[in-house]
Protein backbone atom coordinates (compact mmCIF):
# COMPACT_ATOMS: atom_id res chain seq x y z
CA UNK A 1 0.00 0.00 0.00
CA UNK A 2 0.81 3.39 -0.54
CA UNK A 3 0.90 6.54 1.69
CA UNK A 4 1.14 10.36 1.89
CA UNK A 5 1.51 11.89 5.56
CA UNK A 6 1.48 15.82 5.54
CA UNK A 7 1.97 16.40 9.14
CA UNK A 8 1.53 20.03 9.37
CA UNK A 9 -2.56 20.59 9.35
CA UNK A 10 -1.92 24.51 9.23
CA UNK A 11 0.38 26.75 9.15
CA UNK A 12 0.48 30.89 10.08
CA UNK A 13 3.46 32.90 9.07
CA UNK A 14 4.04 36.66 8.58
CA UNK A 15 4.88 37.80 5.33
CA UNK A 16 8.60 37.52 3.94
CA UNK A 17 9.03 34.68 6.54
CA UNK A 18 10.28 31.41 5.04
CA UNK A 19 8.03 28.35 5.54
CA UNK A 20 8.49 24.77 5.13
CA UNK A 21 5.86 22.53 4.21
CA UNK A 22 6.98 19.10 4.79
CA UNK A 23 5.72 15.50 2.89
CA UNK A 24 6.73 11.79 3.76
CA UNK A 25 5.87 8.87 1.56
CA UNK A 26 5.46 5.11 1.61
CA UNK A 27 5.59 2.97 -1.20
CA UNK A 28 7.00 -0.55 -2.47
CA UNK A 29 8.33 0.70 -5.74
CA UNK A 30 11.73 1.45 -7.12
CA UNK A 31 9.85 4.15 -9.78
CA UNK A 32 7.48 6.38 -8.76
CA UNK A 33 6.10 10.07 -9.17
CA UNK A 34 6.01 12.57 -6.20
CA UNK A 35 3.78 15.89 -7.04
CA UNK A 36 2.86 19.07 -5.33
CA UNK A 37 -0.12 20.62 -5.85
CA UNK A 38 -1.12 23.98 -4.58
CA UNK A 39 -5.45 24.74 -4.07
CA UNK A 40 -5.96 28.90 -3.68
CA UNK A 41 -9.24 29.53 -2.39
CA UNK A 42 -11.24 29.29 -6.09
CA UNK A 43 -10.79 25.14 -5.40
CA UNK A 44 -8.84 24.62 -8.25
CA UNK A 45 -5.72 22.14 -7.80
CA UNK A 46 -2.96 23.90 -9.49
CA UNK A 47 0.34 21.77 -10.23
CA UNK A 48 3.69 22.86 -9.03
CA UNK A 49 5.85 19.96 -9.49
CA UNK A 50 6.44 16.42 -10.84
CA UNK A 51 9.58 14.97 -9.47
CA UNK A 52 10.81 10.76 -10.20
CA UNK A 53 11.94 8.87 -7.54
CA UNK A 54 15.75 8.50 -9.82
CA UNK A 55 16.06 12.27 -9.52
CA UNK A 56 17.07 12.90 -6.36
CA UNK A 57 18.29 16.40 -7.30
CA UNK A 58 16.51 19.73 -5.43
CA UNK A 59 14.89 22.23 -7.31
CA UNK A 60 13.79 25.74 -7.00
CA UNK A 61 11.17 27.63 -8.80
CA UNK A 62 11.87 31.70 -7.78
CA UNK A 63 10.59 31.70 -4.14
CA UNK A 64 9.69 28.13 -4.29
CA UNK A 65 12.19 25.01 -3.62
CA UNK A 66 12.20 21.39 -3.25
CA UNK A 67 14.39 19.25 -1.26
CA UNK A 68 13.77 15.12 -2.10
CA UNK A 69 15.56 12.57 0.11
CA UNK A 70 15.05 9.06 -0.98
CA UNK A 71 16.67 7.96 2.67
CA UNK A 72 13.91 9.49 4.91
CA UNK A 73 11.22 9.09 2.31
CA UNK A 74 10.70 12.78 2.43
CA UNK A 75 9.67 15.56 -0.68
CA UNK A 76 9.68 18.81 1.08
CA UNK A 77 8.25 22.38 0.19
CA UNK A 78 9.95 25.46 0.94
CA UNK A 79 8.39 28.98 0.30
CA UNK A 80 11.15 31.43 0.56
CA UNK A 81 9.85 35.00 1.42
CA UNK A 82 6.35 34.10 1.76
CA UNK A 83 3.70 36.33 0.22
CA UNK A 84 0.08 36.97 0.85
CA UNK A 85 -0.72 35.53 -2.50
CA UNK A 86 0.72 31.30 -0.97
CA UNK A 87 -2.09 31.05 1.37
CA UNK A 88 -3.36 28.22 0.24
CA UNK A 89 -4.08 24.23 0.57
CA UNK A 90 -1.10 22.55 0.07
CA UNK A 91 -1.06 18.97 -1.22
CA UNK A 92 2.14 16.51 -1.42
CA UNK A 93 1.41 12.82 -3.74
CA UNK A 94 2.39 10.00 -4.74
CA UNK A 95 2.05 7.93 -7.89
CA UNK A 96 3.67 4.28 -8.10
CA UNK A 97 2.50 1.64 -10.11
CA UNK A 98 2.38 -0.86 -7.15
CA UNK A 99 3.08 -4.22 -9.59
CA UNK A 100 0.52 -3.73 -12.25
CA UNK A 101 -0.45 0.35 -14.00
CA UNK A 102 -1.91 3.11 -12.18
CA UNK A 103 -3.27 4.88 -15.45
CA UNK A 104 -1.80 7.72 -13.85
CA UNK A 105 -4.11 7.91 -10.27
CA UNK A 106 -2.32 9.80 -7.39
CA UNK A 107 -2.40 8.94 -3.91
CA UNK A 108 -2.96 12.59 -1.82
CA UNK A 109 -1.55 13.80 1.73
CA UNK A 110 -4.29 15.59 4.21
CA UNK A 111 -3.14 18.64 2.91
CA UNK A 112 -1.56 21.51 4.70
CA UNK A 113 -3.21 24.93 4.91
CA UNK A 114 -0.92 28.08 4.80
CA UNK A 115 -1.53 31.09 5.57
CA UNK A 116 0.19 34.33 5.20
CA UNK A 117 -0.38 37.30 7.12
CA UNK A 118 0.50 40.66 5.99
CA UNK B 1 -5.79 26.37 -21.65
CA UNK B 2 -6.70 23.30 -21.11
CA UNK B 3 -9.53 22.83 -18.69
CA UNK B 4 -11.51 20.86 -17.00
CA UNK B 5 -14.99 21.71 -16.55
CA UNK B 6 -17.47 20.46 -13.56
CA UNK B 7 -21.18 21.42 -13.94
CA UNK B 8 -22.04 22.59 -10.62
CA UNK B 9 -19.33 24.63 -8.12
CA UNK B 10 -22.70 24.16 -5.57
CA UNK B 11 -25.57 21.72 -5.04
CA UNK B 12 -27.58 21.20 -1.99
CA UNK B 13 -29.82 18.27 -1.64
CA UNK B 14 -32.00 16.31 0.35
CA UNK B 15 -30.81 12.76 1.83
CA UNK B 16 -32.42 10.04 -0.82
CA UNK B 17 -32.20 12.23 -3.63
CA UNK B 18 -30.03 11.01 -7.01
CA UNK B 19 -27.49 13.30 -7.25
CA UNK B 20 -25.74 13.74 -10.36
CA UNK B 21 -22.18 15.41 -10.90
CA UNK B 22 -20.71 16.13 -14.74
CA UNK B 23 -17.19 16.75 -15.50
CA UNK B 24 -15.74 17.71 -18.98
CA UNK B 25 -12.64 18.23 -20.37
CA UNK B 26 -11.37 19.49 -23.69
CA UNK B 27 -7.66 17.74 -23.09
CA UNK B 28 -8.43 14.31 -25.13
CA UNK B 29 -7.30 12.38 -22.02
CA UNK B 30 -7.61 9.14 -21.42
CA UNK B 31 -7.88 8.70 -17.92
CA UNK B 32 -10.47 10.87 -15.73
CA UNK B 33 -11.12 10.33 -12.14
CA UNK B 34 -13.10 11.33 -8.91
CA UNK B 35 -11.48 12.35 -6.11
CA UNK B 36 -13.94 13.50 -2.45
CA UNK B 37 -11.89 15.94 0.00
CA UNK B 38 -12.62 16.53 3.07
CA UNK B 39 -10.42 18.55 6.07
CA UNK B 40 -8.21 16.26 7.31
CA UNK B 41 -8.67 13.72 4.75
CA UNK B 42 -7.01 15.16 2.08
CA UNK B 43 -8.21 13.61 -1.21
CA UNK B 44 -9.82 10.35 -1.81
CA UNK B 45 -10.17 8.24 -4.95
CA UNK B 46 -13.46 7.53 -5.65
CA UNK B 47 -13.96 5.98 -9.06
CA UNK B 48 -11.80 6.34 -12.09
CA UNK B 49 -12.05 5.48 -15.94
CA UNK B 50 -9.27 4.95 -18.53
CA UNK B 51 -11.25 4.47 -21.47
CA UNK B 52 -14.92 4.75 -22.52
CA UNK B 53 -17.22 2.62 -20.54
CA UNK B 54 -14.33 1.53 -18.18
CA UNK B 55 -13.98 2.26 -14.87
CA UNK B 56 -12.07 0.83 -11.59
CA UNK B 57 -13.18 1.36 -8.15
CA UNK B 58 -10.90 3.81 -6.44
CA UNK B 59 -10.55 3.97 -2.35
CA UNK B 60 -14.04 4.91 -1.20
CA UNK B 61 -16.68 3.93 -4.24
CA UNK B 62 -19.56 2.76 -1.30
CA UNK B 63 -22.58 4.54 -2.34
CA UNK B 64 -20.89 6.20 -5.81
CA UNK B 65 -21.37 5.05 -9.10
CA UNK B 66 -19.58 6.32 -12.69
CA UNK B 67 -20.66 6.28 -16.03
CA UNK B 68 -18.16 7.51 -18.90
CA UNK B 69 -20.07 7.15 -22.49
CA UNK B 70 -17.94 9.37 -24.23
CA UNK B 71 -14.31 10.26 -23.87
CA UNK B 72 -14.80 13.82 -22.78
CA UNK B 73 -17.32 13.53 -19.85
CA UNK B 74 -17.35 11.78 -16.73
CA UNK B 75 -20.23 11.12 -14.31
CA UNK B 76 -20.15 10.81 -10.73
CA UNK B 77 -23.85 9.47 -9.29
CA UNK B 78 -25.06 9.51 -5.68
CA UNK B 79 -27.89 6.68 -6.43
CA UNK B 80 -29.27 8.19 -2.44
CA UNK B 81 -27.26 10.65 -1.27
CA UNK B 82 -26.97 10.51 2.44
CA UNK B 83 -25.97 13.46 5.08
CA UNK B 84 -22.26 11.62 4.97
CA UNK B 85 -21.71 12.65 1.06
CA UNK B 86 -21.62 16.23 2.10
CA UNK B 87 -18.35 17.04 0.39
CA UNK B 88 -16.33 18.64 -1.90
CA UNK B 89 -15.96 16.33 -5.17
CA UNK B 90 -12.92 17.43 -7.94
CA UNK B 91 -13.07 16.13 -10.73
CA UNK B 92 -9.25 15.66 -12.70
CA UNK B 93 -8.28 14.12 -16.13
CA UNK B 94 -4.56 12.54 -16.82
CA UNK B 95 -3.48 11.18 -19.99
CA UNK B 96 -2.80 7.02 -20.52
CA UNK B 97 -0.87 5.07 -18.18
CA UNK B 98 2.28 5.67 -19.31
CA UNK B 99 2.15 8.96 -19.28
CA UNK B 100 3.96 10.39 -16.24
CA UNK B 101 2.53 13.63 -15.80
CA UNK B 102 0.16 15.40 -14.06
CA UNK B 103 -3.58 15.51 -13.34
CA UNK B 104 -5.64 18.52 -14.51
CA UNK B 105 -8.63 19.39 -11.55
CA UNK B 106 -12.23 21.22 -12.09
CA UNK B 107 -12.78 23.76 -9.69
CA UNK B 108 -15.06 21.20 -7.74
CA UNK B 109 -18.90 20.55 -7.00
CA UNK B 110 -19.73 21.63 -3.30
CA UNK B 111 -22.34 18.87 -2.41
CA UNK B 112 -25.06 19.67 0.63
CA UNK B 113 -26.73 16.96 1.78
CA UNK B 114 -29.72 17.77 3.79
Known amino acids: AQKVTQAQTEISVVEKEDVTLDCVYE???????LFWYKQPPSGELVFLIR??????QNEISGRYSWNFQKSTSSFNFTITASQVVDSAVYFC???????????????FGQGTILTVHP | DVKVTQSSRYLVKRTGEKVFLECVQD?????MFWYRQDPGLGLRLIYF???????EKGDIPEGYSVSREKKERFSLILESASTNQTSMYLC?????????????FGEGSRLTVL
Open chain 2, 92 to 104: ASGRDSANTGELF
Open chain 1, 27 to 33: TRDTTYY
Open chain 1, 51 to 56: RNSFDE
Open chain 1, 93 to 107: ALRSNAGGTSYGKLT
Open chain 2, 27 to 31: MDHEN
Open chain 2, 49 to 55: SYDVKMK
